[in-house]
């Protein structure tokens, strides 16, 4: 079915608030921040050079000329390009740097806005007081985030303000007009609209707000003139470029669409709306798979906006994507009742579903016998009714539709027999089905396509003699043609007959090189015969000539993984799981791709939706679990696993890797309970000597030390599992105080494995009996051995500082953000140690820390202690020890530390009262001798 041309109905009927909503950004973001003195930066600006001014600003602040006044010129540079978050940091920055908070709060509400944030907007409005020359360009953004929010009583208060404050505010004016227009009063937004023009003529907004005017009174000649103007004045426009891309395309002036949809991706290369209209334009070329890829990107247009649901909805209906066009289509139908290629699309869908009443009642008024006649309704309604069982009927409304006559589409009257005996097969009556559709071939030896309509109703109902019978008939007939071929190598296929197979795909393949099909099954076949080269040339080929075929993209991305090449594999997959979004199998290896590439965060997140997809599918189960259990995320790995262990009560090996992922989450009861029911399955039982070391595992882990210990002479070395760490025997004896046996235990490990955790073990057991200096000396050589290891330099670091060796531990610290990684903690460390030294290089070593984890109760201590040290910069401190108390209330240590910034501004009470609390946390931490002290004092 071709539907595409109806969507040019809803033209009439575009949603304001989707079109007009982005336009509160180009509208809300002109306009001077704050007064600027006349310089190269600001005549930039002022200039609409803003990607220069960006430039200038960072060159400015890379000569360590920073201030408060240049970052709020960058936070306006940014907003003028759209740059919302960068802009958000750009305030924040002058803040810090002594910006005035009022005098930063309208700015900093329209970076929200252009995030997206609406709440967030109003939030930073609120209780703040506005500068008198500020207030106007505050009720402006509250009034935008108001309507973006549909609080459109608020939101015409707020621009009804504004104007009270500046009566020639085109921005008030302008947001009048979009209210208007949303309730569809056409004469008083063009009232609005014409104000704003007297007072701001030349401003793009003004001009495209007039077009939208025009082009809901249909009036599309004026519409495409104002939208040109708005781009004249501003070429960047990219409303005004959607809106005459979208005009161009109602017009069939596909072409010049393009134009602007090429400068639309050349500034945004992942518009919504203009992907939606490009997805549209291929649409309408029947170009399905491509444009799905589009539409399914363009998710936040196709969802809201009604034209693009129509779309969407219609081409999920050409790909069988049933489940995503009832959707879609149910939406528009609701929406618009009497459209009848909703209509015919959500028939098809039902009748595909199995459920005809559904497919009959919705055709009711189309197929009524005073309704005109419409051939495709017919033949759903006819085998709608055969699918009911209501065999006469369905029979008369087949001859209604084979007496329609040649005014009506030829492919849909003729060979109503064979439509008829496909009707009784797909409606449950399959002998009856195939006996009619033999009957029809009977009658007519040479009709190729009703002889292929056999063929597959007997290779359903595997009647595999019979489809031999039937597909050498069709070799006969058409001994040139490519589909008797294609038959005879799926039911090959079906045989498990693979060289045969892989033979007459080839010949299929050979006598139509556009017989697409044919080339993508032979490379499934090769995959079958492990001729993995081979399937990637046809796959490769295939796409050469089909570059947008996502089922071949889907199965090279496998034959690609099945090769060991995830990186490129993952190329593939990005556009397969775009065109094919509920292949949860498709999905499955995407997943294990993202992770071969070694893009951890996105396979994690794949990972765990397609989990979520597979909730019926235990073998994706197991396959996600396992793949988030190697990515290190065993606490997301624990659902996949929990369902796959319901599917499969009595599977030891269920209960093993459910088990497994429990332990890694530290849940060791739950673990041990689980490795106890795979000891005790009765199908798949794992290994027994591997289950000792996990239940082991899970006893000592969870300090259950004495049955630990009774297992522990059951161990065998060589079973060890990989996610059991080498160091678990000495943590064993070093927790339950058997220092010596601990010291044996990881002595003996080492000899095999050289692993941090067990070089950090052996160190603290040494250190346990008094051999502080050997402790130190197995870290050294270890270290000397692994230079690159975090954990063991970080713990050498750690014995440095508490010996006093502040310059040592410096060094290794220093060796770790050598290595390039971001590391919060270890830059706090570093940047304590520094401290202790003196040297100057802590402020913004704790800043970068600070920056990375602004929220971790260690690095706000450490931030705040530093603060306080360094700087004594009290109110820093203070602000940053409190939120660290609050965040870990347990920690002695940082109730000391606010103490100390208490007694530094002079608030002894308050000191008092931390001090005091840290004792009665740990008598003994650290700082407990000084914490008395200072008691003292205070007393």
């Known amino acids: 079915m071709r539907f595409f041309p109806a969507t040019r109905e809803f033209t009439a009927v575009k949603s304001v608030k989707a079109s007009l909503c982005a336009g509160i950004f180009l509208a809300t973001t002109s306009g001077p921040l704050v007064a600027q003195d006349t310089t190269a930066i600001s005549d930039l600006l002022s200039g609409n050079r803003f990607d220069d001014a960006i430039e200038a600003i960072e060159k400015l602040h890379s000569r360590g000329e920073a201030s408060a006044e240049s970052y709020l010129q960058l936070a306006q540079a940014y907003m003028e390009t759209g740059a919302g978050i960068a802009a958000e940091a750009a305030i924040e920055r002058a803040r810090r740097l002594g910006a005035d908070y009022a005098r930063t709060a309208v700015p900093f509400a329209k970076s929200q806005l252009l995030q997206g944030k609406y709440a967030e907007a109003i939030g930073a409005l609120r209780g703040v007081i506005i500068p008198n020359d500020m207030r106007a360009a505050a009720a402006i953004v509250l009034g935008d985030a108001n309507f973006a929010l549909s609080k459109y009583g608020e939101s015409d208060r707020q621009y009804h303000q504004a104007r009270e404050i500046d009566q020639n505010n085109y921005q008030a004016m302008l947001g009048l007009a979009r209210l208007a227009l949303q309730k569809q009063d056409l004469a008083l937004a063009a009232d609005y609209a014409t104000d704003a023009a007297e007072v701001a003529p030349d401003n793009t907004m003004v001009q495209y707000t007039l077009g939208m005017i025009a082009r809901y009174r249909g009036e599309f000649v004026d519409a495409e003139a104002y939208f040109q103007r708005a781009l004249d004045l501003f070429p960047e426009n990219l409303l005004a470029n959607i809106e005459l891309a979208s005009l161009k395309v109602d017009q069939n002036r596909t072409e010049e669409a393009q134009i602007h949809l090429d400068a639309i991706y050349a500034v945004a290369p992942r518009h919504p709306m203009a992907q939606y209209l490009s997805g549209a334009i291929l649409a309408s070329q029947e170009r399905y798979e491509e444009a799905a890829v589009l539409l399914n990107n363009a998710r936040t247009v196709t969802e809201n906006y009604l034209p693009a649901t129509f779309v969407r909805g219609l081409v999920s209906y050409q790909l069988g994507q049933d489940s995503l066009a009832e959707s879609l289509l149910t939406k528009v139908h609701k929406a618009k009742p009497g459209n009848l290629p909703a209509k015919l699309a959500l028939a098809g869908i039902y009748l595909r579903q199995k459920q005809p009443q559904r497919a009959l009642d919705i055709l009711k008024a189309v197929i009524a016998p005073d309704a005109p006649i419409n051939a495709e309704a017919l033949a759903i309604a006819a085998a709608a009714t055969m699918q009911l069982g209501r065999t006469e009927e369905g029979e008369r409304l087949y001859q209604r539709l084979s007496d329609a006559g040649s005014d009506q589409e030829t492919e849909i009257v003729s060979n109503v027999p064979a439509k008829l005996a496909l009707a009784k097969f797909v409606s449950g009556q399959k002998q009856a089905g195939i006996s009619a559709m033999a009957e029809v071939v009977s009658n007519n030896a040479a009709d190729v396509r009703s002889l292929a309509i056999l063929g597959e109703m007997q290779m359903r109902e595997k009647d595999i003699d019979g489809a031999a019978i039937t597909i050498e008939k069709i070799i006969q007939i058409a001994p040139q043609r490519a589909l008797g071929y294609n038959m005879k190598g799926s039911l090959a296929y079906a045989r498990g007959e693979f060289v045969l197979a892989q033979q007459s795909f080839s010949q299929a393949y050979d006598r139509n090189p556009q017989y697409f099909t044919a080339l993508r099954n032979r490379a499934l076949v090769r995959i079958r015969l492990e001729n993995l080269g081979g399937a990637e040339a046809d796959l490769k080929g295939l796409l050469e000539q089909s570059p947008n075929d996502a089922r071949a993209k889907a199965i090279l991305g496998r034959v690609l993984l099945m090769l060991g090449r995830a990186e490129e594999a993952v190329d593939y997959f990005n556009d397969a799981v775009r065109a094919i979004p509920n292949s949860v199998d498709v999905w499955a290896d995407y997943s294990e791709a993202l992770a071969g590439a070694g893009k951890t965060s996105d396979a994690i997140s794949q990972a765990k939706d397609t989990a979520v997809m597979a909730a019926d599918r235990p073998d994706i189960l197991r396959r996600m679990g396992l793949l988030l259990l190697g990515l290190d995320e065993a606490r997301v790995a624990v659902r996949p696993l929990s369902r796959f262990v319901a599917f499969n009560p009595d599977n030891g090996e269920a209960h093993l890797l459910l088990g497994r992922a429990l332990l890694a989450t530290r849940l060791y009861t739950g673990a041990k309970s689980s490795f106890l029911r795979a000891e005790k399955a009765g199908g798949n039982k794992p290994d027994g000597d591997l289950i000792n070391w996990y239940i082991f595992a899970s006893d000592s882990l969870g300090?259950?030390?004495?049955?630990?210990?009774?297992?522990?002479?059951?161990?065998?070395?060589?079973?060890?599992?990989?996610?059991?760490?080498?160091?678990?025997?000495?943590?064993?004896?070093?927790?339950?105080?058997?220092?010596?046996?601990?010291?044996?235990?990881?002595?003996?490990?080492?000899?095999?494995?050289?692993?941090?955790?067990?070089?950090?073990?052996?160190?603290?057991?040494?250190?346990?009996?008094?051999?502080?200096?050997?402790?130190?000396?197995?870290?050294?050589?270890?270290?000397?051995?692994?230079?690159?290891?975090?954990?063991?330099?970080?713990?050498?670091?750690?014995?440095?500082?508490?010996?006093?060796?502040?310059?040592?531990?410096?060094?290794?610290?220093?060796?770790?953000?050598?290595?390039?990684v971001a590391d919060a903690q270890v830059a706090a460390l570093l940047a304590k140690a520094y401290m202790e030294l003196g040297n100057r290089n802590s402020i913004p070593l704790i800043e970068r820390a600070y920056l990375i984890r602004p929220e971790d109760p260690f690095i706000l201590d450490a931030y705040g202690w530093i603060m306080l040290q360094a700087r004594r910069d009290t109110s820093a401190a203070i602000d940053a020890l409190q939120k660290a108390t609050r965040r870990a209330p347990a920690v002695a240590g940082y109730k000391f530390h606010l103490g100390m910034a208490y007694l530094a501004r002079g608030q002894r009470q308050e000191a008092l009262k931390e001090f005091q609390d840290a004792l009665r946390l740990d008598p003994d931490f650290p700082d407990a001798g000084e914490a008395k002290r200072q008691i003292g004092l205070l007393n």
């Open 703 to 820: 300090e259950r030390y004495d049955q630990a210990l009774v297992r522990l002479p059951e161990l065998v070395d060589a079973k060890r599992p990989a996610d059991v760490r080498p160091s678990v025997v000495g943590d064993l004896m070093l927790a339950s105080g058997r220092i010596d046996e601990a010291i044996i235990a990881y002595r003996a490990a080492l000899k095999v494995t050289d692993t941090s955790g067990l070089a950090i073990g052996l160190a603290n057991a040494l250190d346990a009996s008094g051999e502080k200096f050997d402790a130190v000396r197995v870290l050294e050589n270890f270290v000397d051995r692994n230079p690159a290891n975090r954990d063991a330099r970080m713990a050498l670091g750690t014995r440095y500082q508490q010996t006093g060796r502040q310059q040592a531990a410096t060094a290794q610290y220093e060796a770790i953000l050598r290595s390039g």
